[in-house]
């Protein structure tokens, strides 16, 4: 929620700053505004987008789908098999130094460089952890067990993320857009460019002439 209130917060600044400069004359003053990097670099950290799930995974000792007579042995005496499903909250965004962001302004154009959308945090919701196990009569199950299928799953739900275009690609649209909103009052006479690194770019607003 408060993150919702500083970026309105941003772009009624920007608003106020634009009609202030028209209304005096100051054309000063509206360079400043759309060449200002630190609120738009704060715009662009803020525009995070949050991803809420749920992770899952199973480990067994028996094969999947063996019906054998030893397997059905191995079942009834030795199976360690284990479900564990927890709900998990990420956060994609850009993670911005001075090196991979720039604002630049170039005739009716205005030119936002940003680092490409990553996976800036990630976390499972273990208070919510659902488990369930089978296990064969010789068998125990202990905390220890649990603890090791938790880690696993951890590593291998987050590098899943990590690599997922789908939700780059989203992170990379609300950018855009909260861009678009802070820069509107001036799209009536100039084009925005925003460049994701490695990335084309994505224009919005008037025609150059």
């Not at 500083?6 to 060449?35: E, P």
């Not at 067994?60 to 998990?88: C, H, M, Q, R």
């Not at 952890?129 to 696993?152: C, H, I, P, S, W």
């Amino acid at each position: 929620m408060k993150k919702i209130i500083y970026l309105l917060v941003f772009i009624v600044i920007a608003i106020l700053m634009f009609w202030l400069g028209r209304y005096f004359g100051g054309k000063h003053v509206s360079q400043q505004v759309i060449s200002n990097g630190l609120i738009v670099k704060e715009i662009a950290e803020l525009s995070s987008l949050d991803v809420q799930g749920t992770a899952s995974i199973k480990r067994s000792n028996l094969e999947e789908g063996a019906t054998g007579w030893t397997d059905n042995l191995k079942k009834t005496f030795l199976e360690n098999t284990i479900w564990v499903t927890i709900p998990y909250q990420a956060k994609f965004g850009v993670d911005i130094n001075d090196k991979n962001f720039k604002v630049d302004i170039s005739e009716k154009r205005i030119t936002v460089q940003l680092p490409s959308p990553k996976l800036l945090s990630y976390e499972l919701k273990v208070d919510r952890m659902e488990t369930a196990n089978r296990k064969g009569l010789f068998l125990t199950q202990d905390d220890e067990t649990y603890t090791d299928v938790q880690k696993k799953l951890y590593q291998t739900s987050r590098a899943q993320l990590e690599n997922n275009p789908a939700y780059i690609e989203q992170s990379k649209g609300k950018i855009v857009k909260i861009m678009q909103q802070y820069y509107a009052p001036f799209l009536k006479d100039h084009v925005l460019d925003v460049r994701f690194e490695g990335d084309t770019a994505r224009l919005s607003g008037a025609t150059l002439q």
